[in-house]
T-cell receptor
Framework: DARVTQTPRHKVTEMGQEVTMRCQPI?????VFWYRQTMMQGLELLAYFRNRAPLDDSGMPKDRFSAEMPDATLATLKIQPSEPRDSAVYFC???????????FGQGTRLTVV | QKEVEQDPGPLSVPEGAIVSLNCTYS??????FMWYRQYSRKGPELLMY????GNKEDGRFTAQVDKSSKYISLFIRDSQPSDSATYLC??????????FGKGTMLLVSP
């Protein structure tokens, strides 16, 4: 059963530490999304890749966040330095265009103390 | 005007009721319309996917799109306690990214 795999599932870290989240998209999918979900804001797009090229990262705080796809089987989202306001659930999703039907992973629940 | 409007709920109904969930949108470029279901502490899962105006049925679920009114709906027939979740509408324009509503929490009581 093909699925998007995210690691770690939970992360608790201290303010100022670097956090790296990883995502394995579904094999063959050519689009990858990173979303952040909070109660207040809902799902916010952080980054969007098509064929491994970054197309939209306008929702991402550039001074501390970075997203990459070193290869077709791995997407990463890094936060350095982390802050308490970064506490949220981070989702990775992959899809096949056209239509961008996105399939989500189970998320990484990040708590920054 | 927000790009997508969705009532957060919660919407509470008894088991067996017909549920109607709705979203309005303002971006005329949206071409693809989706509904996701999200259980607590889980990732959203794609429930319904439509491209054009009209109705699409899948079991107890019917998705309806009215492009002229910029309004989409999800109907759930014979609702079950297992349908209790947050339902998110989502939109795709074909050259940008997925835009989500904030979700409506549905509670179906036995």
């Amino acid at each position: 059963d093909a699925r998007v795999t995210q690691t770690p599932r939970h992360k608790v870290t201290e303010m100022g530490q670097e956090v790296t989240m990883r995502c394995q998209p579904i094999l063959g999918h050519n689009t990858v999304f990173w979303y952040r979900q909070t109660m207040m804001q809902g799902l916010e797009l952080l980054a969007y890749f098509r064929n491994r090229a970054p197309l939209d990262d306008s929702g991402m705080p550039k001074d501390r966040f970075s997203a990459e796809m070193p290869d077709a089987t791995l997407a990463t989202l890094k936060i350095q330095p982390s802050e308490p306001r970064d506490s949220a659930v981070y989702f990775c999703a992959s899809g096949l265009e056209p239509g961008a039907r996105a399939f989500f992973g189970q998320g990484t629940r990040l708590t920054v103390v | 005007q927000k790009e997508v409007e969705q009532d957060p709920g919660p919407l509470s109904v008894p088991e067996g009721a017909i549920v109607s969930l709705n979203c309005t949108y303002s971006n005329s470029a949206f071409q693809y319309f989706m509904w996701y279901r999200q259980y607590s502490r889980k990732g959203p899962e794609l429930l319904m996917y439509t491209y054009s105006s009209g109705n699409k049925e899948d079991g107890r679920f019917t998705a309806q799109v009215d492009k002229s009114s910029k309004y989409i709906s999800l109907f759930i027939r014979d609702s079950q306690p297992s349908d209790s979740a947050t339902y998110l509408c989502a939109f795709y324009s074909g050259y940008s990214t997925l835009t989500f509503g904030k979700g409506t929490m549905l509670l179906v009581s036995p």
